[in-house]
């Protein structure tokens, strides 16, 4: 069993900063791509930012720029650096994670709780 647990998330005025993290453990063989989904009321979950097992990242046109996703594959922990935070970017933010329980397996999607983030004067 794979568990991803967020941590992060908050309140924060317009301009401001947040660092989501993301730590996966669990019977996981291999991790691949590893990122962050949002979902802001009424609204369908979109993409954030994403990057591979290689490093390479990709984003959302509206935060490229201002957010910036890392991982420690040591720690198995996906970060998502957040600045200039503006009132759009208010949303339940999900981590996710694309790896093989075990060697042989196909790979698998495993999702967090979801933090929720606020930006707000």
């Known amino acids: 069993q794979v568990q991803l647990v967020e941590s992060g998330g908050g309140l924060v005025q317009p301009g401001g900063s947040l660092r989501l993290s993301c730590a996966a453990s669990?019977?996981?063989?291999?991790?691949?791509?590893m990122g962050w989904y949002r979902q802001a009321p009424g609204k369908q979950r979109e993409l954030v930012a994403r990057i591979t097992s290689g490093g390479s990242t990709n984003y959302a046109d509206s935060v490229q720029g201002r957010f910036t996703i890392s991982r420690d594959n040591a720690k198995n922990t996906v970060y998502l650096q957040m600045n200039s935070l503006k009132p759009e970017d208010t949303a339940v933010y999900y981590c996710?994670?694309?790896?093989?329980?075990?060697?042989?397996?196909?790979?698998?999607?495993?999702w967090g709780q979801g933090t929720q983030v606020t930006v707000s004067s």
């Open positions: 669990g019977s996981i063989f291999r991790i691949n791509a």
């Open positions: 996710t994670v694309n790896g093989h329980p075990t060697y042989f397996s196909t790979p698998l999607d495993y």
